[in-house]
């Protein structure tokens, strides 16, 4: 295996064009699962995913060039599937199943490329659409994401010099491994990178997925990047995301098909999927309300990804709910996703460990976290709280209230409808930094 010279690589940017976006696996797993049932189940959906930067003290438009920008976005849209990945996908086996994918979605998928964008700058922000069949828009959130943070690093580096830069890479690496040796520690443990779309750069990402794997071994379960699955002979990660709840709930009709759309799309999931892949994620509209009003088939699905209550506190409140249903616990898992790092993890695994099971998926702080690593101290390159969510659907407005009222999205109007009919019980208000 090569290992590239990171900081050689960034400081020899002399051509037109570095293409952050090279491969249409360069994104996570749970993408083409869900665009597959979207395909069959949902084909006349259309979609609109809008860029929303969280870090408003960060004016992107005024960091990130817009010719650059457009470059990186219009290469995308060359991007295609390869023979070599389209093999790959047909013939590899993702959670012990083969031939997760259907024949006639990786035909159609061959021809796939991403759609049209808008862009435009308002009050030093960059306002970026992804408007169109949701069998289309769904793939760009990944990408557009990667696109922008890589950017954003690019242009922090520019102008340091070749000796600086070793040293930031040098540090940052340090960081990593040190905290790589306090997770060897933990008997048991079981952790993925889920860190592309907040990523510092593909190259970077690349190298935390081959040092982790080196340094963790066999707790090491995977990536979420099918990319880098692929190259590096990993399990891929993931199953469904916050998008099926939220478009679900605007195609409601009635205050009552709005309560059952979060569950009439999982059980649209698990006839997709024949049973397999049974995580839930249970916060889009809170998850105190998603537990009370579940029907008891959720009960029996392996387990749950709580992202936006604290670790413990939703964890705990997920295994109560369990044994309220009669189910055992042990038997189940919890997958923690949410800005975890280091310290949330050794935390939250010693909480759980031994009543239920527990995998952590390592994002931002695995891929980006370069706080304190600059030579010169600044905070450029600290990671931002940057999102791509689905904001329309067929014309109506979309809702994420989220357990966190800070990662809540959408027409504030439509917004106070989802309370009233979900309910506000157990939210609360916590600064999102990633």
Not at 16 to 37: A, C, E, V, W
Not at 158 to 178: C, E, I, M, N, S
Not at 241 to 264: C, F, G, I, K, T
Request: aromatic letters at 10%.
């Amino acid at each position: 295996m090569t290992v590239t010279d990171i900081a050689t690589r960034t400081y020899n940017h002399g051509w037109r064009l570095d293409p952050i976006i090279r491969s249409l696996l360069d994104t996570d797993f749970y993408k083409l699962l869900m665009l597959q049932m979207i395909r069959k189940m949902y084909p006349d959906v259309h979609v609109t995913f809008s860029l929303i930067n969280r870090s408003k003290h960060v004016r992107l438009a005024e960091v990130i060039d817009e010719k650059e920008l457009r470059a990186q976005l219009d290469h995308a849209r060359t991007v295609q599937l390869s023979k070599k990945e389209h093999i790959w996908l047909a013939g590899n086996s993702f959670y012990g199943k083969a031939q997760m994918f259907s024949s006639d979605f990786l035909a159609w998928l061959v021809d796939f490329r991403l759609p049209e964008y808008e862009l435009r700058k308002v009050d030093g922000q960059y306002e970026l659409y992804f408007e169109g069949p949701w069998t289309h828009t769904s793939m760009w959130e990944i990408p557009a994401l990667a696109i922008v943070n890589e950017l954003r690093s690019r242009q922090a580096m520019k102008g340091h010099g070749r000796f600086a830069l070793d040293v930031l890479y040098a540090r940052a690496k340090a960081k990593l491994w040190t905290k790589v040796e306090r997770l060897k520690q933990l008997d048991g443990l079981l952790l993925s990178d889920f860190g592309t779309r907040r990523r510092h750069g593909f190259l970077w990402q690349r190298w935390c997925v081959e040092a982790v794997k080196e340094g963790l071994g066999n707790s090491f379960t995977g990536t979420s990047n099918v990319l880098l699955a692929m190259d590096n002979d990993l399990e891929a990660i993931g199953t469904n995301a916050h998008e099926l709840p939220m478009v679900s709930a605007a195609l409601a009709n009635s205050d009552e098909e709005l309560r059952v759309a979060p569950y009439r799309v999982l059980d649209d999931w698990r006839q997709m999927y024949a049973g397999n892949l049974l995580i839930a994620l249970p916060d889009a509209f809170g998850t105190t309300a998603f537990l009370r009003d579940a029907p008891d088939w959720v009960a029996d699905w392996t387990g749950f990804r709580p992202d936006s209550a604290p670790p413990i506190v939703a964890g705990e409140q997920i295994v109560r709910w369990w044994n309220d249903k009669g189910r055992d616990p042990s038997r189940k898992i919890l997958i923690f996703s949410d800005a975890m790092d280091v310290d949330s993890i050794e935390r939250t695994y010693r909480h759980f460990h031994g009543r239920v099971r527990t995998s952590f998926g390592w994002g931002t702080n695995l891929t980006n976290d370069f706080i304190g690593c600059t030579p010169d101290g600044a905070a450029d390159l600290d990671p931002i709280s940057l999102v791509c969510k689905v904001t329309s659907v067929n014309g109506r407005p979309a809702v994420k209230l989220s357990d966190n009222t800070e990662k809540a999205t959408g027409d504030p109007e439509e917004i106070a409808r989802y309370l009233r009919v979900f309910g506000g019980d157990d939210r609360f208000t916590s600064a999102v930094r990633v």
